[in-house]
């Protein structure tokens, strides 16, 4: 979707840090980060939200989650924890209407959040 922010990172059309790249998921940074590490995890193929995955995303779900966990196994600052978010739609906070993931950590985190 050329519209699309996420897809247009994704086709690296617009700069940003990446931290993790393979056939079907990109992380990168946040650009407004809320913690020390603030990334983003994306699928390649554009999903608006976790409300429009199908059974057949199933396989793509769990490598995304995966790609999160095999990041923070590399990030010294997420060793003691992180959290992981997926907003889905605006009045959750979405502001992107592509699939995503934040990885929140490298500083305490708080409860109840929202």
Known sequence: MAE???CR????????HI????????G??????????????VPK???ASLSDLT???????????QSVANYAA?????????????NTGPAAGQSVAHLHFHVLGGR???WPWG
């Open 108 to 110: 305490q985190m708080g």
């Open 45 to 47: 193929r554009h999903i």
């Open 28 to 41: 990168f940074r946040d650009i407004a980060p809320v913690a020390p590490v603030h990334v983003l995890f």
């Open 19 to 26: 931290v993790y790249e393979d056939e079907d998921i990109l």
């Open 55 to 65: 059974d057949e995303d199933g396989p793509l779900v769990g490598k995304l989650l």
């Open 4 to 6: 699309c922010l996420f």
């Open 74 to 86: 590399t990030e010294n600052s997420l060793a003691q924890g992180y959290r992981v978010v997926a």
């Open 9 to 16: 990172i994704v086709n690296k059309e617009l700069p940003s």
